[in-house]
């Protein structure tokens, strides 16, 4: 009975392949968040989406697209993966005016990239 | 870039002690917020802190916060071993339409 997410939990690809990790939620939140981890490196954010209509980068968006196809679903692309893309992906939500956005995570994807 | 900044980066205390960690950042916030993570799993919010509050409390956590000082600190207190996890501190700015800036986390280890 998660709330938030993601598909697939693990996922081993090949330099120059395209990949796509989902993200769906049954909160009925309308902004949705992209962040990878590294380690040592914390959480950095990538994409994020306040409603349908808006996407915004975040601090390391090169490399990667979004798509929010509805308002609980918030996909994100590798074009074209390196393996320097390695790491473990978490999708996010929250919901404006209320707990001043504290943030519901999914259980991450981890991508490995060879 | 990092907003928040925790220190120290790895804790080990017995069971029943106390933890503090500690978050500096650099800009104004509208709030200051604690996750923990477990290993490899996603975060989960422990507590949050207007940038208008000083102290607040939840359970066993208690959490300041001195804006004059852009810091925050963590306190676990009658740690158990099932605190062990990262801790996260994460700032919030930007006006209304904000997001979070996370550090780079606390390892806590409670040894049983």
């Known amino acids: 009975d998660a709330d938030v997410t993601q598909t697939p939990r693990n996922r081993i690809t090949k330099t120059g392949k395209r990949i796509m990790l989902e993200c769906s939620q049954t909160?009925?939140?309308?902004?949705m968040y992209w962040y990878r981890q590294d380690p040592g490196l914390g959480l950095r954010l990538i994409y994020y989406?306040?409603?349908?209509?808006?996407?915004n980068k975040g601090e390391i968006s090169d490399g990667y697209s979004v798509s929010r196809q509805a308002q609980a679903k918030f996909s994100l692309s590798l074009e074209s993966a390196i393996p320097n893309q390695t790491a473990l992906y978490f999708c996010?939500?929250?919901?404006?005016?209320?707990?001043?956005?504290?943030?519901?995570f999914g259980p991450g994807t981890r991508l490995t990239v060879l | 870039s990092q907003q928040g900044e925790e220190d120290p980066q790895a804790l080990s205390i017995q069971e029943g002690e106390n933890a503090t960690m500690n978050c500096s950042y650099k800009?104004?916030?509208?709030?200051l917020q604690w996750y923990r993570q477990n290993s490899g799993r996603g975060l989960v919010h422990l507590i949050l802190?207007?940038?208008?509050?000083r102290e607040k409390h939840s359970g066993r956590l208690r959490v300041t916060l001195d804006t004059s000082k852009k810091s925050s600190s963590l306190l676990i207190t009658a740690s158990r071993a099932a605190d062990t996890a990262s801790y996260f501190c994460?700032?919030?700015?930007?006006?209304?339409?904000?997001?979070?800036?996370f550090g780079k986390g606390t390892l806590l280890t409670v040894n049983p």
């Open positions: 996010a939500t929250s919901v404006y005016g209320r707990s001043y956005n504290e943030q519901f």
């Open positions: 800009t104004s916030i509208n709030n």
């Open positions: 994460a700032t919030a700015s930007g006006g209304s339409n904000y997001k979070l800036t």
């Open positions: 989406s306040f409603d349908v209509k808006d996407i």
């Open positions: 802190i207007r940038s208008n509050e």
């Open positions: 909160k009925g939140h309308d902004r």
